[in-house]
């Protein structure tokens, strides 16, 4: 696993690719208007050889702008946090859940064609929440948490409560998110460790914990010895403080040269 430093850093494709998604379901849908077709065949068919066809082809395919555009704004907020906070595995956490929520769908679906984005929004839904919680790391958890606030209604649509709706894809991918978040349980960044957690440490040795006395009564530390080349002489500072913890200031310091 990788350092936390080095895990949560930004790149081209936390931007490109979640555009290029989106891109991508847009032109298709113009392609249909432009052209005069209907790719609603391309779609899943529960309990079909052709119906297979869908389960890569469906996500790219919508009923209409109304479909389209609210499958446009989760897409790019969802795919654009899988790509920053889960870059070395988003392309297959991405394959993964594509395949399973459509294969799920063919499974359990009602004999119809099953088109549009929305299984793999719910499966990045389940997998961003389950991920974080499973980890247990403060960010991802906080993004768990995030991803509940805006999208954990979208919960009510796994239930039969449109006959237009896909509730079975909505569900497959649900189910298929939850269990790509189980399978990549592992990969997780390593939180920082500071010096106190170390198995290692040892107060005594701790810059900080060194500018406490015995009472834990702070005090600063003197500064290093300075060294001036040209004379090979040291100069040394000393500073001291009075009972009543005020620095003797002025006149009072001296310095001493060897």
Do not use: C
């Amino acid at each position: 696993m990788e350092s936390e430093s080095s895990y949560f850093k930004f790149y081209n494709g936390v931007v490109g690719y979640p555009l290029l998604f989106v891109l991508i379901i847009w032109f298709v849908f113009w392609i249909e208007i432009k052209f005069g077709l209907d790719f609603t065949r391309w779609g899943v068919r529960p309990r079909t050889g052709m119906g297979l066809r869908g389960v890569l082809f469906s996500p790219f395919i919508h009923s209409g702008i109304k479909h389209l555009w609210h499958n446009t704004t989760p897409l790019l907020v969802l795919s654009t946090a899988l790509f920053y906070f889960y870059r070395n595995i988003s392309w297959k956490v991405l394959l993964w859940i594509t395949i399973l929520s459509g294969l799920g769908t063919w499974l359990i679906g009602r004999t119809s064609y099953h088109i549009g984005m929305s299984g793999v929004i719910y499966a990045l839904v389940s997998f961003l929440f389950f991920k974080g919680i499973i980890a247990k790391h403060y960010r991802l958890v906080a993004l768990s948490l995030v991803v509940v606030f805006l999208y954990g209604s979208l919960i009510w649509g796994t239930m039969p409560t449109s006959e237009n709706i896909s509730w079975e894809g909505h569900l497959s991918g649900f189910i298929a998110g939850a269990f790509i978040a189980l399978r990549f349980r592992e990969s997780v960044p390593n939180p920082i460790k500071y010096a106190w957690e170390q198995p290692d440490y040892k107060e005594e040795d701790d810059p900080f914990m060194r500018q406490f006395d015995e009472d834990g009564n702070f005090f600063e530390l003197p500064p290093e010895p300075t060294v001036n080349t040209e004379a090979d002489t040291y100069t040394i500072v000393y500073h001291y403080i009075t009972q009543d913890d005020e620095k003797i200031k002025g006149d009072n310091a001296y310095k001493d040269e060897l």
